[in-house]
């Protein structure tokens, strides 16, 4: 059986980003990244649809430790899983990487210190076991197996194709084709004027309307600073412009929200033009940021809207037919391939079954701790990023912690930490989000609470000054010392050096 100091789960941004910290603050550690798929990149491999692309800004959505260097700064799907693979290869993270090892479950052994993980390896899922000292979850935050798909009416009589942009077919013609594509978040703002491009017209049906923003492609700015400053003092500057930027419009949303509003709808109709019913398409009923924005590089899907070639439809549906789409109204949406965008089945941890000495945790029941542990669970982390700015941002802050975290406990000789919720805490959700795969998820996620360190700030720059240089024995993190021999030679944090198992890149 294998050991490791730390197991990493997932191999996207959040698992390379945690190799590249554990490298650099806990260089004695070995570690491994566990991915279930044959490939690195997570989201930015998964996803194959047509014009998958960040809805952030790679200033932001980049890691700390490497510059993005491209000219877009909102890009596209390959340009991101090309940065992602070249940073895991330029760091050596690669060579820690364990492909098709999917991890099913895990047991904490208070008396040894360890984490027992199940897991499946290779095609045909053979069941294996390795222990950690701790186990970082990376695997993001929604089912990679499927999508979220609800039931249509008579889409058994539709003659044409149904995809969900999660499962994407690499053999879907749709060239000179009618499309309808359901939704109205982000992926469905994505396809509509990238499918336009080559199909016969493309209509979204959204049962009511989202904040849709546009932004330039290019940061105009940043190209600048880059060709007259060293490329990581440029990309800092432009990260630190977004980031506060960013703040400073989601606190303006959250005080001002009618102004927020008023002036969202304002560059729409300056897009659309005053005869398009901007009203009806592109004013949500709800306060901005309480979902999160779309965004639209350049303007594509105005461009498109205005060019005929693609149309926004709001209405609910009665019944699919043979051809298309009967609306409530009465109207009919005709079709040949029928795509819905329906959202994402929201995930914790990718599911993992995990157990305290034999008694099982039960993740909806517990209490977030900094927004990366759990109360009563030991040596056990996993990054999930901000749901009103980049996911990496919180990630990397996530990576950093843990290593302090491990750092200060081999100083101390400790081999557990565990936040202990024993005083009263009240109980609010988790996510402080309306959308709809937030909301049927929230029986699943955990619980948070009013004031820190239980509750989950979506805000970069103090989470920074606490994670950074917050206290690490806060009276909540409570640490022990090994109860008993470890039962593997480096099984405890702060093993000596001579004992220590060759690391991957040794094997």
């Known amino acids: 059986m294998e050991h490791f100091d730390v197991l990493v789960v997932g191999a996207g941004i959040s698992g390379i980003g945690a190799g590249y910290h554990l490298q650099a603050r806990c260089p004695k550690k070995t570690y491994a990244i566990f991915e279930s798929r044959a490939a690195i990149g997570g989201t930015w491999d998964l996803f194959r649809y047509p014009g998958i692309r960040s809805d952030s800004d790679m200033y932001t959505l980049g890691f700390s430790f490497r510059p993005w260097t491209e000219a877009k700064s909102i890009a596209d799907g ?55 000292n701790f186990l970082h979850m990376c695997a993001g935050y929604y089912n990679y197996a499927a999508g979220y798909r609800p039931p249509f009416p008579g889409e058994e009589a539709f003659q044409g194709r149904i995809v969900h942009p999660q499962l994407w077919p690499a053999d879907l013609d749709y060239a000179g084709k009618q499309v309808v594509v359901i939704g109205s978040g982000a992926t469905a703002v994505t396809l509509a004027p990238e499918m336009a491009k080559t199909a016969a017209h493309v209509a979204m049906l959204q049962r009511s309307p989202t904040y849709v923003v546009s932004r330039p492609a290019e940061d105009a700015l940043a190209n600048r600073l880059r060709k007259r400053l060293p490329a990581m003092l440029a990309y800092q500057l432009i990260r630190w412009r977004n980031v506060l930027f960013g703040m400073y419009f989601f606190n ?179 996510l402080d989000f309306s959308s709809g795969y937030v909301r049927r998820a929230l029986t699943r996620l955990p619980k948070q609470g009013t004031m820190a360190p239980w509750r989950v700030y979506q805000n970069y720059a103090r989470d920074l000054l606490a994670f950074r240089f917050g206290k690490l024995e806060d009276g909540v993190m409570r640490f022990s010392r090994p109860r008993a021999p470890a039962t593997h030679p480096s099984a405890q944090l702060g093993a000596a050096e001579t004992a220590r198992p060759r690391t991957l890149a040794e094997a």
């Open 78 to 132: 390959p340009a991101i899983l090309k940065y992602l693979r070249e940073t895991a290869q330029a760091f050596g993270i690669d060579r820690h990487i364990r492909f098709e090892r999917r991890v099913t479950a895990a047991a904490w052994d208070s008396a040894t210190s360890l984490w027992t993980v199940d897991y499946q390896e290779g095609p045909d899922r053979r069941p294996d076991q390795a222990t950690c």
């Open 252 to 430: 303006l949303a959250r005080k001002k929200p009618e102004r927020v509003k008023a002036g969202i709808i304002a560059m729409v109709k300056a897009q659309l033009g005053p005869d398009y019913d901007v009203g009806t398409h592109f004013t949500p009923t709800y306060n901005p940021w309480d979902q999160r924005l779309c965004l639209v590089p350049d303007a594509d899907l105005f461009t498109a809207i205005k060019s005929g070639s693609a149309s926004v439809v709001t209405d609910r549906i009665e019944t699919f037919t043979a051809d298309g789409i009967i609306l409530e109204s009465g109207a009919k949406l005709p079709a040949d391939v029928i795509v819905t965008a329906t959202g994402l089945d929201l995930q914790l941890m990718s599911g993992l079954e995990a157990t305290i000495d034999g008694i099982p945790v039960h993740f909806p029941e517990t209490f977030s701790y900094k927004g990366m542990m759990y109360s009563g669970v030991p040596n056990l982390a996993s990054t999930f990023g901000y749901t009103n700015a980049s996911w990496t941002l919180k990630a990397d802050l996530t990576a950093e912690y843990l290593c302090r975290l491990i750092n200060h406990m081999d100083r101390h000789g400790y081999s557990e930490c565990r936040p202990i919720a024993d005083a009263p805490i009240e109980p609010t959700p988790w």
